[in-house]
């Protein structure tokens, strides 16, 4: 008996009993559907934050001073002065896996124009800083080298900041001049928003200027508070970060056995610690997710023994008429094969489905894997040959005549 | 004539426990081609045990059988599927159609296990035997939308569509009335008479009158061999019973 037949023969018994084929199926279609909707959210969500965390700047690697030990004393982090200019260029000199590199000094004070104040942070940094940290500018212009070396009292500022000071006058802010804690500065331009952080930090609330000004005019320090490095790509940022540590513990004169006295902090690393939570939920949605498809095989085997016993009669007749135990059992297999991959199919169409409505409806992050579609019909396939297999033996192994004569 | 079936020596044996029932002692037969045959005897007198091994579903303990030339000894199970496949048509007394099936689909079945006969031939040839059996006008009704002597017509169809050399009936009768019995008769009476070889098992007396030579077992052996006496034309006899009165 060839295979065609078996299949004719097996949808056949199915469709004889529609309803009782359609609610198996059901165990296997919302195993299935919830394994691929668990998958997706779960990957979606690891997505979006991947996404935010690169979205603060590409392959970025930054250094900030660790704590500091003085005769045994640890001093803090938050005073610590390590970090100097000197630092940052031995660092570019040092590495050649550095495709941008900035300073960093940051210094909180009140932005004053005409009536309007509003606190804020100010960065200073240099020309570099816009590409670390994927800002553009939407009006007027970056400042320059030139600017760096006079220390000249220009800024750009976010939208934020903008709105705070400007919004209700809706001038042009380009060559106003505002103050930041009395020190007037020239607003030379504004950059496009980048919106709220995954941790909700607001990246818009933010002046920049030139480092030397930062440094010299409004904070009257030479250190730098951090140094922010990207690298040429995301496989160079090891490497980056290796150089950084030899460089620093060489600038530093940081003997083997003692421990850094900076941090560096890479974007990869970031993602990581971020991630690291969602990989657990999706881990466990999927797990009870496979649990129901699970029950959901459970649900065939118990349906195909109720089938195999309701129809030892029809057993016996194929039998009788030429069926040997091998056609049997086959055509039991598939019938158990069939309802796990129809169920599978469905459930995939239903689990795609849902996914979409969830994206669309509650705006979550999702992304189906093409993989986890695959997997999921895999399993599925194999839940039915595994639970289908015993009652398919079960009805191979029968007596015809027994079978016949079985009330 | 030739001879579809030969049987020497049979014996049949079977083990419950410690105890020994012998089915069969020794049974010697030889059925030829054309023949219709019916096999009487009281219940445990080895007649269905008989059948089961004249339709290759069991196998005897010794003795040889030999169907349409082809030695039945030492068969493996799944020749033995084969063989009644190809060369055995078996009619129930209980019908066993598929329910929710068509009459149609019910005949095609056999054909399903047989690789060698396509789709189209096989709906060509179940329809041929639906006609045989009279039922042409009901291949799309299912067995609830059928009467009992209408299913044993699908059933017998059935077991004319893979053109076996012996059809074999296993009380066939025994779920009808008087009137479909002698229908159903007629109709084994019409195949008969188109050359088919017919082996019935039956406990009803006048059921074997229409039959052409009537075998009775009795403790496992033949007790008797005889040809029918004054064998009943089912068809007449039909004709002569008074019409159906509406009860």
């Known amino acids: 008996m060839n295979i065609v037949n078996l299949i004719g023969i097996a949808l056949q018994a199915l469709y004889r009993n529609k309803i009782r084929s359609f609610l198996t199926m059901l165990g296997i279609i919302i195993g299935v559907a919830s394994v691929i909707a668990m998958l997706a959210i779960g990957e979606g969500s690891k997505k979006s934050i991947q996404e935010q965390v690169s979205g603060m700047g590409t392959n970025m690697i930054t250094v900030i001073p660790g704590a500091q030990r003085r005769h045994g004393v640890s001093m803090g982090r938050e005073g610590a002065q390590s970090l100097t200019f000197n630092d940052m260029y031995e660092i570019e000199k040092n590495s050649n896996s550095i495709m941008y590199l900035s300073p960093e000094v940051r210094g909180n004070g009140q932005v004053i124009f005409g009536t309007e104040n509003e606190p804020s942070t100010i960065y200073g940094v240099n020309l570099d800083y816009l590409e670390i940290k994927k800002f553009t500018i939407s009006s007027g212009r970056m400042f320059s080298e030139r600017e760096i070396l006079t220390s000249a009292k220009v800024c750009v500022i976010g939208k934020t900041v903008y709105d705070n000071i400007f919004g209700e006058t809706n001038v042009d802010p380009i060559g106003k001049t505002i103050r930041f804690n009395n020190i007037p500065m020239t607003v030379i331009g504004v950059l496009n928003p980048k ?213 | 004539m030739k001879h579809i079936i030969q049987i020497s020596d049979l014996h049949k044996e079977f083990h419950m426990g410690d105890i020994t029932v012998h089915a069969l002692r020794g049974v010697s037969m030889n059925i030829s081609e054309g023949d219709f045959v019916s096999i009487m005897g009281t219940s445990g007198s080895g007649k269905s045990t008989m059948l089961n091994i004249l339709g290759c579903l069991d196998k005897p303990t010794s003795g040889s059988y030999i169907l349409n030339g082809l030695n039945m000894n030492e068969r493996t199970n799944n020749e033995l599927a084969e063989l009644r496949n190809q060369q055995l048509g078996f009619v129930f007394q209980s019908y066993n159609l598929l329910p929710r099936t068509t009459a149609i689909e019910n005949v095609e079945l056999p054909l399903y296990y047989n690789s060698q006969v396509s789709a189209k031939e096989r709906r060509e040839r179940a329809l041929y035997s639906l006609e045989m059996v009279g039922l042409a006008d009901r291949i799309h009704h299912t067995p609830n939308q059928l009467s009992g002597g209408q299913q044993q017509r699908v059933a017998i169809a059935r077991s004319l569509v893979n053109n076996p050399v012996v059809i074999l009936a296993d009380e066939a009768t025994g779920n009808l009335d008087t009137r479909t019995s002698y229908e159903i008769m007629a109709l084994f009476q019409k195949l008969n008479d188109d050359g088919k070889t017919i082996v019935f098992v039956t406990h009803e007396q006048d059921i074997a009158q229409f039959t052409k030579r009537s075998i009775v077992f009795r403790d496992g052996r033949i007790e008797k061999d005889i040809p029918v006496e004054k064998r009943d034309n089912a068809a007449k006899k039909l004709a002569e019973m008074p019409k159906e009165d509406n009860y």
């Open chain 1, 195 to 407: 919106g709220l952080s995954t941790f909700g930090h607001d990246q818009d609330d933010i002046l920049i200027a030139p480092y030397t000004t930062v440094q010299k005019r409004i904070l009257a320090i030479t250190h730098l508070h951090a140094i922010v490095v990207s690298a040429i790509s995301e496989k160079h940022s090891a490497q980056v970060v290796e150089d950084i540590e030899n460089t620093l513990r060489m600038t530093h004169r940081i003997s083997k056995n003692d421990e850094d006295d900076f941090r560096i902090r890479s974007q990869e690393e970031l993602i990581k610690s971020f991630t690291s939570i969602s990989d657990v939920l999706t881990v466990l949605l999927a797990v009870i997710a496979s649990i129901s498809l699970l029950v959901g095989g459970i649900g065939i085997m118990n349906i195909m023994y109720v089938s195999v016993t309701e129809r030892t009669r029809e057993i016996g007749l194929r039998m009788a008429i030429g069926g040997k135990g091998r056609d049997i059992l086959l055509q039991f297999l598939i019938e158990a094969l069939l309802l796990s991959m129809i169920g599978g199919l469905l459930g995939i169409a239903l689990g795609i489905g849902s996914t979409k409505l969830v994206h669309i409806f509650m705006q979550w992050p999702v992304y189906i894997q093409t993989e986890a579609v695959l997997l999921s019909f895999i399993i599925c396939t194999a839940i039915g040959i595994f639970f289908g297999w015993y009652p398919a033996q079960k009805a191979a192994k029968l007596d015809p005549i027994d079978a016949l004569r079985y009330e």
